[in-house]
T-cell receptor, first 115, second 112 residues
Framework: DAGITQSPRHKVTETGTPVTLRCHQT?????MYWYRQDPGHGLRLIHY???????DKGEVSDGYSVSRSKTEDFLLTLESATSSQTSVYFC??????????????FGSGTRLTVV | QKEVEQDPGPLSVPEGAIVSLNCTYS??????FMWYRQYSRKGPELLMY????GNKEDGRFTAQVDKSSKYISLFIRDSQPSDSATYLC????????????FGTGTRLQVML
């Protein structure tokens, strides 16, 4: 998607290993979000950031950590991957209405499988 | 009870039909209402955006918000096979600290 890139697009990892997903934006938006999407649950917020080094937890943050050392990059780390973390992970960005639109722009997603 | 409820479908309609997609919500603080479209194996993309109550039209798409009933709708006229996707409603309250709350999505299939 224009202005936001997620990497990797696909990953298979073993239970107990750490995994880091990367979100990179070129829009200079202040807000960045990590969601997971699972059947029957929709999009659930994991963590979000409202500025460099400013982050907070979402509704499903257990087992995840984030870091944002630069405006353009927001990293999601699964400290010790479990099978329940098999999911599709989406990053989103927002300028929170500075241009009159509170919508989020989403990346293309990372499909993570924990075996 | 979830803050936002959305029928998961799937909803199958013939080409050319009028489609009605709906969400109900419980949080009266919600003021901004959106519809996202998500194609298979893609990220959601913003389709319609409305503030408070009323209607908004964009081509074949019309978004309606009824805050008194806590009910929002998306209508698709002259539906096309290319409209086959999952549609997610989303809403938020006022203020920059308020985050989007999403429905679980309705899967729509438009048949030839």
């Amino acid at each position: 998607d224009a202005g936001i890139t997620q990497s990797p697009r696909h990953k298979v990892t073993e239970t107990g290993t750490p995994v880091t997903l990367r979100c990179h934006q070129t829009e200079n938006h202040r807000y960045m979000y990590w969601y997971r999407q699972d059947p029957g649950h929709g999009l659930r917020l994991i963590h979000y950031s409202y500025g460099v080094k400013d982050t907070d937890k979402g509704e499903v943050s257990d087992g995840y950590s984030v870091s944002r050392s630069k405006t353009e990059d927001f990293l999601l780390t699964l400290e010790s991957a479990t099978s329940s973390q098999t999911s599709v992970y989406f990053c989103a960005i927002s300028d929170s209405g500075t241009k009159g639109n509170y919508g989020y722009t989403f990346g293309s997603g990372t499909r993570l499988t924990v075996v | 009870q979830k803050e936002v409820e959305q029928d998961p479908g799937p909803l199958s309609v013939p080409e050319g039909a009028i489609v009605s997609l709906n969400c109900t919500y419980s949080n009266s603080a919600f003021q901004y209402f959106m519809w996202y479209r998500q194609y298979s194996r893609k990220g959601p993309e913003l389709l319609m955006y409305t503030y408070s109550s009323g209607n908004k039209e964009d081509g074949r798409f019309t978004a309606q918000v009824d805050k008194s009933s806590k009910y929002i709708s998306l209508f698709i006229r002259d539906s096309q096979p290319s409209d086959s996707a999952t549609y997610l409603c989303a809403m938020k309250g006022a203020g920059t600290a308020s985050k989007l709350t999403f429905g679980t999505g309705t899967r729509l299939q438009v048949m030839l």
